[in-house]
């Protein structure tokens, strides 16, 4: 089994900057796309960006492009998201995903998720 925990989270005002951590650990091994999702007040789930295996091929929401990046370091286990001129709509719980290389095209590890409140 894989565990993933978030950090980083925290209260920022509009146009700042915050810097997510996701680290994985147990059967890193098998870990295969990794990804950033989030859930604001009253809405659902949403996916914001993935990365491959490799860390060569990354996708990200519309409503996120152009300001996070996502990027992975397989050496120490971990993902990050680096979120600029962030917007209070960007308020939300941040989770981490994971998925496995026998479930490629399930998203069936999660972290608990760390806030993000960004304020006018």
């Known amino acids: 089994q894989v565990q993933l925990v978030e950090s980083g989270g925290g209260l920022v005002q509009a146009g700042g900057s915050l810097r997510l951590s996701c680290a994985a650990s147990g059967r890193t091994f098998s870990i295969d796309v990794m990804g950033w999702f989030r859930q604001g007040p009253g809405r659902d789930r949403e996916f914001v960006a993935r990365?491959?295996?490799?860390?060569?091929?990354?996708v990200y929401a519309d409503s996120v492009k152009g300001r996070f990046t996502i990027s992975r370091d397989n050496a120490k286990n971990t993902v990050y998201l680096q979120m600029n001129s962030l917007k209070p709509e960007d308020t939300a719980v941040y989770y981490c995903a994971a998925t496995t290389l026998t479930a490629p095209n399930s998203w069936d590890t999660w972290g608990q998720g760390t806030q993000v409140t960004v304020s006018p």
């Open positions: 990365v491959s295996r490799s860390g060569g091929s990354t």
